[in-house]
Structure formats: C-alpha cells, structure tokens
C-alpha cells in the first residue's frame, strides 16, 4: 500500500488512471506535453511494486534505442534493481532477439550476421548486373526501396511472393533473398516480419512468448506500420494486457508508412478496450493550446480530445506577414535579439520550418547579424552534399586551376572517370602550367572514347557556361547537362531524391535573390557568400535551433517561429499541387504545440520559387489556428526591416545586409523600378535595386 501511494500521488487523476488499468487492452491517448513517458514508466513500477508482476514478464517496446535508453534510466530511479530485468527496447530489437532464439529456424540458419545499408545496396548492384539491368534506367535504391516496403507487408509474411511492380522485381528480390541465404544474414526489415512468419507458423514459440510478455507497453502507438501492429495484436491476443500510448493527433510519418488507422481504429481489433485521454497539457500556455486546438479539430480522421493548460501563465501567438523570405528572416531575427534581450536562453528558441531547403535563409540572416545558430537533424545548406557538388562545378568554372573542386566534379556524378585518369590531368597541368580544363582537353584525343567521355562533358559544360550571362542560368546548366536530378532518382529512395531536388531549387532562389539584391554582383561574390555562409563556430553551445518539424517531434522551446505558412509551401503540395492535408495538419500541430510561452506564425506575400517571384496566399492553418475573436500580440513592430519603396536621396546613409553601410552616390527612377548607385565602406561603389537597402 505504500509503494502505491507514493506512485499515485507523483500522477493526476488521468495518469493514475492509466497506470493502475492493468487488465486487458488498454488505449492511452496521450495528448503533446501530457505526461507519456511518465504513464509508461510509473505503469511498469505498478505492475513490479504493486501488482507483483516480474520484471522479466513485461515488455516495454519504443522506436529508437535513445527513447529506451531515457525509459530504462526513469524506471531504475523508481524500482532500481529490478528495471534490468524488465524487456525494453524497440521494435527491432525485440524482433532480433527473437530470430537469435530460434535462428535453426529461419532460412539463413545459426550465427547469421545482419547485412547493413550500404552492403545491402552493393547487393542489389551486383544482382542488378548479374540480371542485364541497366542501372541508369532501373536504379538499385529504387529496387532496395521495393524490397524495403514488400517486406512490410502481410504478403511477406505469409510468404506470398511479390507483384513485378518494377521490371524484373521478382527476379531481382529472389536473388537477393537467395545471396541472404548464401551469406548467412538477415536485413533490417528481416527483423519483425521474420520473427511474426516465426509466430504464426510456430505455435509452440507463439505460445512461449506470450507466457513471457504477459504485460506489453507501447510508446509512439501512432507511428506504427502494418507489420508492427500485426506483430503485437498476434502476441498480445485479442484481449491481452496490451497498452498503447501515442497521439492520433501527432501522427506525422505516413510517407514512412505509419498508419494513423492503427489507433484510430484499436478498438475495433481487441475486445474490451479501455480508452483513458490524457489531456492535462504541462507545456504551453493557454493562448498557444486554444490556438492548437482550433487548428486540429478541422481534421476527421481523429478519435478527439482537447489540450487542457496546466499553467497560468500568459502566452502570445503572433501573426507575422512579411513582404518575402528575405524580410521574414529579418523580422524573425529581430524578435529573436529581443528575446535574448530579455533573458531567454538561445537555446530556448527554434525556428520550425516544413523542408529542409527553408533553412538558407535563416542561416545566412542569423550568420549575418551574428546570431548563434545550429541545423539540429541535418547540414547546414550550404554543407549539403547535393549543393557542394553543384558548386564545385561553378568553382571550377570560376577557378581552372582548383584541383578539389575538379575531383569532386569529376565524381558527382559518376562519369567513369578514375583516380589514375584525374591523377593524369593534374599531373598534366601541373608540369605543362595550365590549369585542369586545358589540360583535359589535351588528353582527351589520347584516350580511349570510353575513358574520354566524361572529361568531355565537363569540358562543354565549361564552354557552355561561358555563352551564360546569369548565375541562375550557370547553375540550372549544370544540373540539366551533368543529369544530377537524374542521378539523385537513381541513388536516392523517392522521398531522400525529392528532398535533395527541392535543395536544387532553392540553390537556383539563392543566386537569383543574389543578382536582385546586387545586379552587377560577379560569380565569384556569390561564390564568396557560399563560403561564407557555411562557415560555423562549432564551440558555440548557446545557439537558436534550425529544423524541419519532424525533427522538432518531442521537443519543446520558450520561443517557437513556425514559418512559411502560404499554400503549398505549408500544407506543402507535391509538383501536381496535391497534399495529403490532414497529415500536413496534424504537422503544423506538432509545431505549434512545441512552444511553451511564444508562437510566433510567420507567412510571406512574395516567395522565390524555382528562380522567380510568386505572389503567395495564406496557408489555412493561419486561420484555423487564429479565431477573429483571437487577440494577436506582436512582440514588437519596431526595427523590423521592411524593403524600401525606392525613396532615397544622394549623400543619404543606407545599409544592404551583406554589404553593410554606405552613402548613396546618385538614384535611377522610383518606386519598385528604383535603382540607386552606392558607395560602400567595404564593397566600393555598387549599383542596387533600392527596395534592397534601407535607410540607417
């Protein structure tokens, strides 16, 4: 009686609940900043410490090794001892152990090693070649991809063999299973399928398992895939003393094939569920969970519940509309100094947004006005390995002689050209004192066509982006003449190629920003502010965090600037103008409930996309988060950089936000066609777009 007082008077009434609801299926929604982990870790103490349940007859399973890791820690704080014992772990991992047990079973036999990503796509390369497939017109990630999703599925399971969903499928998978069984391994996604194949076809170890899991517990329900859910429903039984803890409402990883279904629907494939919502929000501030609620309650595909604040402070949502990108990062940058400014902690304040390629100008706004920053869950943009290897080339171009950006353009993408045929054209250039373009063009004649073509193609390339007077044009040259989207759909899984592509395009905004900014600006300045921009102070802990919203999942921040709110940036849509809206809507959710005290909703009325201004339109999310009797609060108007109407007069101190200050020397026109000359303490005399600059 004691150990269960003290248990219960840690928890509300929700959590106590929760926790001493032990018999049979048990669903546990579980609402952003509700207290899960703490249900699950304080249930598994009830269980030992009351109830007198083993510690090795319960079984904990999460998704990432770290989540386990931070559960097992919690629980041995509470039971000590005891917390060893317990079965915690994910999905995964469990799975293998399994397979480990029984491994007399399994087709690859004892002491079966797992075969790894990179090894696995080596695999399909050489089956591929074995098989006459051309890997430029069926590339290996694109079958790995297929192999990857066919095993998640029932049909692997039972052994069903696959659909030919790409050419050769079949063949190309049977080999593969084929060299599995020959080296003795099993992959990744072997782990769970195998180990439910095992169960189902196998009472006796069915039967075994569920003697020793009599209580199971899941974290992050939501996120669960077909195989998942089969695998637990097969061993828990239709009435076991399963409990599931996840937010329908936080079901963000459909592309990666969780299906929200498997909560929405629990009660429907066990009997006798209990549903308990835990509602009680520790988090955020009322204005910010009133703004939450709104915002999700327009989706259907939800069970329902409401976040109810647990804390009495006051909370701002801001609305911010901003004229482009470029004034968005400048009026978020200025809210930011002010929080600093008034104590908040950089590392309480994250800028939230819905792509990767968002991140640029951030970066280069924050590196600017010397605000720390961090790219949490990714490389900064300028470190992307797509965007280096565009670049190389355009240094190549600038600078004949730069032997490391030769190699790197020389490889990305492959061009079958080696190390001894690189070797040979620097060694050539060196000795003969001309620079790599020259010198390939040389060897070219003396090389076999085989050997020749690709140097040939990088020698064209650089006479093609001499007749180009634009740095957009030189970059979309590059990509189009070297096929690098191409190449990325080759490597890439579809969604990792798509990423990288939209990379692509905010290179070219990049360089066309640039030439709007500064006209008469020279490759080389923009090459400067690349690297520029990528330079970090890694010693530098006390930083703003940059990340897309599904690495900021789990996380929480004083400060939140959720951005790019228009249509079809956020809900994002696909090149058909397509979206899966309700999964965009319960992101934008996750985003909002991140912060704790200010939410700030940021939006453009300009954007650069693919290289030209587009007029943009509010995303919806603005409105379902704000209500018309919902009272905004910007945090400030004053010193926000708001681009000129071009109204300038000679001898008048500006400032432009790369090149600093300076006086302007004489104007051109007026209003948005203004152009002004300026005379730079830095820079020298420049001639401007003045809607760019501002007055000091």
Not at 228 to 234: D, K, Y
Not at 457 to 474: A, V
Request: hydrophobic fraction near 40%; charged fraction near 25%.
């Amino acid at each position: 009686m004691e150990n269960k007082d003290k248990l219960l008077s840690q928890l509300n009434e929700k959590q106590a609940e929760a926790v001493t609801c032990t018999d049979g299926p048990l669903l546990v929604l579980a609402g952003a900043g509700a207290g899960k982990t703490r249900v699950i870790v304080y249930r598994i103490a009830y269980l030992i410490q009351v109830c007198g349940i083993k510690p090795w007859n319960i079984l904990a399973v999460t998704f990432t090794n770290k989540a386990a890791g931070e559960m097992k820690s919690r629980l041995t704080q509470l039971v000590g001892a005891d917390a060893r014992d317990v079965w915690m772990g994910t999905f995964h991992g469990f799975g293998l152990s399994i397979l480990r047990r029984y491994s007399g079973k399994i087709a690859s036999g004892e002491n079966f090693s797992v075969l790894d990503e990179d090894d696995r796509l080596a695999a399909i390369r050489n089956i591929l070649k074995l098989l006459d497939i051309d890997p430029k017109e069926y590339p290996p990630k694109r079958y790995l991809h297929l192999i990857s999703k066919f095993k998640n599925s029932a049909a692997y399971v039972e052994n069903i063999q696959p659909e030919e969903v790409v050419y050769k499928f079949r063949a190309v998978f049977s080999a593969y299973e084929d060299e599995l069984r020959r080296q003795k391994m099993v992959d990744f996604d072997d782990m769970l399928s195998l180990s439910l194949r095992l169960f189902l076809q196998n009472p006796d170890i069915l039967a075994f398992y569920r003697e020793r899991c009599q209580y199971i517990l899941v974290d992050e329900y939501q996120d669960t895939n077909v195989i998942q859910f089969n695998f637990l429903r097969t061993l828990a039984g239709e009435d076991g003393n399963l409990c599931v803890v996840g937010d329908d409402d936080q079901s963000i990883y459909g592309w990666r094939g969780a299906d929200v279904g498997n909560i929405l629907y629990f009660d429907s494939h066990f009997k006798g569920v209990t549903e308990i919502k835990l509602v009680d929000n520790y988090r955020s501030a009322p204005e910010i969970l009133d703004a939450a609620n709104r915002l999700i309650r327009k989706n259907s595909a939800r069970r329902g519940k409401d976040l109810i604040p647990c804390s009495d402070r006051t909370g701002v949502v801001a609305r911010y509309k901003t004229e482009d990108e470029r004034n968005e990062t400048e009026v978020t940058a200025n809210i930011i100094e002010k929080y600093i400014k008034e104590g908040i902690p950089a590392t309480e304040i994250a800028i939230l947004y819905r792509t990767n390629a968002q991140s640029r100008n951030f970066e280069a706004t924050l590196s600017r006005r010397g605000i720390a920053y961090k790219v949490v869950g990714g490389l900064g943009f300028y470190q992307r390995r797509e965007i280096k290897d565009i670049l190389s080339y355009l240094r190549l171009y600038e600078n004949r002689f730069d032997e490391m950006s030769f190699y790197r353009a020389a490889k990305n993408p492959p061009k079958k050209i080696g190390d001894m045929l690189t070797e040979k054209v620097t060694t050539l250039a060196s000795s003969h004192h001309t620079d790599l373009i020259n010198a390939s063009e040389q060897l070219i004649p003396l090389l076999p066509p085989h050997q020749s073509s690709g140097l040939i193609l990088i020698c064209n390339l650089m006479r093609h982006l001499d007749t180009l007077k634009n740095i957009p044009d030189k970059i979309n040259a590059v990509i189009e003449q070297v096929g690098y989207k191409e190449y990325l759909s080759r490597t890439e899984e579809p969604e990792e190629a798509k990423s990288r592509t939209e990379n692509l395009y905010e290179l070219y905004n990049a360089a066309a920003a640039f030439e709007e900014a500064l006209p008469d600006g020279s490759l080389s300045d923009f090459l400067a502010t690349a690297t520029l921009a990528s330079a970090s102070d890694e010693a530098v802990r006390d930083t703003v965090s940059l990340m897309t919203i599904h690495a900021a999942k789990g996380l929480e921040f004083e400060a939140v600037f959720l951005t790019g709110l228009e249509e079809g940036i956020f809900p994002l849509a696909d090149q058909d103008g397509n979206n899966n809206l309700e999964e965009e809507r319960r992101l934008c959710y996750v985003g909002g409930t991140r912060a704790k005290k200010y939410l700030n909703l940021t939006h453009t009325e300009l954007r650069m996309i693919r290289g030209s201004r587009h007029i943009m339109k509010s995303s919806r999310f603005l409105e379902e988060f704000l209500s018309t009797e919902t009272t905004i609060k910007p945090e400030t108007n004053e010193g926000i950089f708001t681009p000129s109407d071009g109204s300038f007069r000679k001898g008048q101190l500006v400032c432009h936000e790369s090149l600093g200050t300076g006086i302007v020397m004489q104007v051109h026109g007026t209003g948005d066609s203004a152009k002004v000359d300026v005379l730079f303490k830095k820079g020298g005399l420049k001639k401007l777009v003045a809607r760019f600059i501002k007055a000091v």
